[in-house]
């Protein structure tokens, strides 16, 4: 079966010399079509889950505003044209949040997973001590109603930070996963959800991978696990995404290497998801970033949402990722 990524195969020197500027024009138009494809950045904000539903995508991002006291959606059906919902959830409508004893604290990175018709939003709270809750919903517009209480606790303790959720649902046992930790000790937990999605059945002892920083995600291909996750200072070029592969949801992890970094004017790209484009099953990653900036940082301006196209190789290594537009954006 040809492959759809072969261009095809012409035999004869003559045909191959005729084909050589064709070539030449499809690989060039390839790249612009590349680059133009999702039309990034694509807004403001940061730490975007997107997942996909059917014909669309719906993305949960950190906002941008300083105040980061709500949670908005955005869906699409062709990654250009986003429509925004919401708020979808307020850290207001968590009972067990209090505003008064804890003014600065925030709500970033959420995470969400589809189960049996219901919708759950895992999302923190901090900065540290550092706490993740989890609301459900009947549909992915929200409104979100929270569980009651908080799902996972650091108390300020050292060498863990209770952020950046992640669920994922083992296609091969049935098992959904909850992924959790970051930057204050830079170490991974992991727990098996009970049905009822908002409570432990286990923690699960992992090893933390190498160069694990924050924002894990997991996805699997071809009988792999996929670990990925962000290393470095977020505000600085140092962020990056890096990831392990391994036989089973929780390891042991095999360090594979690193797959988006920064490049000249497009810095930090880090705390990603991975899903499937609609229209054609298409990997791709979404994930923020600084634009139109230079040097080592730390930088002032506001994170962008972008998101590229993943492929890769024969041997299922995934290959370095390219970031794309962005460039004539100003600061």
């Known amino acids: ?104 604290n925030g709500a970033w990175a959420p995470g969400v997973i589809k189960r049996d018709g219901k919708w759950y939003l895992y999302y923190s709270i901090g900065p540290k001590p550092s706490r993740i809750g989890v609301a459900v919903a009947d549909n992915p517009a929200g409104p979100f109603r929270d569980s009651g209480r908080p799902l996972l606790e650091d108390g300020g303790r050292r060498g863990f930070e209770a952020i950046d959720a992640m669920v994922f649902s083992d296609p091969k046992s049935g098992k959904y996963y909850f992924y959790a930790g970051g930057s204050a000790g830079s170490k991974l937990r992991v727990f098996e959800l009970n049905t009822d999605m908002v409570s432990f059945a286990a923690e699960i002892p992992v090893e933390t991978p190498k160069y694990f920083t924050e924002g894990p995600f997991m996805h699997f291909r071809n009988g792999v696990y996929y670990l990925s996750y962000s290393y470095g200072n977020y505000k600085k070029s140092s ?62 301006v506001r994170r962008e949402i972008a998101i590229e196209r993943v492929y890769y190789n024969a041997d299922g290594s995934i290959r370095p990722i390219s970031m794309t537009g962005g460039d004539e954006r100003k600061k």
């Open 1 to 104: 079966m040809r492959n759809k990524h072969n261009i095809g195969k012409t035999s004869g020197s003559h045909k191959r010399s005729a084909l050589i500027p064709a070539f030449c024009a499809f690989v060039f138009c390839m790249a612009i079509g590349r680059a133009e494809e999702f039309s990034n950045p694509l807004m403001r904000g940061a730490d975007p889950h997107a997942l996909t539903d059917g014909e669309t995508v719906w993305m949960y991002p950190t906002r941008a505003d300083p105040e980061r006291k709500a949670f908005y959606a955005y869906s699409s059906v062709d990654l250009k044209n986003w429509k925004k919902h919401g708020p979808v959830f307020r850290l207001t409508d968590a009972p067990w949040f209090n505003d008064t004893s804890r003014p600065n």
């Open 239 to 300: 962020y990056s995404v890096h990831y392990a592969t391994a036989k089973t949801p929780v390891g042991p992890w095999t360090y594979r290497g690193a797959i988006l970094t920064s490049d000249a004017t497009r810095k930090g790209p880090g705390h990603h998801s991975f899903f499937t484009r609609p229209s054609d099953g298409a990997l791709l990653i979404a994930y923020h970033r600084y634009d139109g900036v230079t040097g080592d940082g730390p930088y002032k």
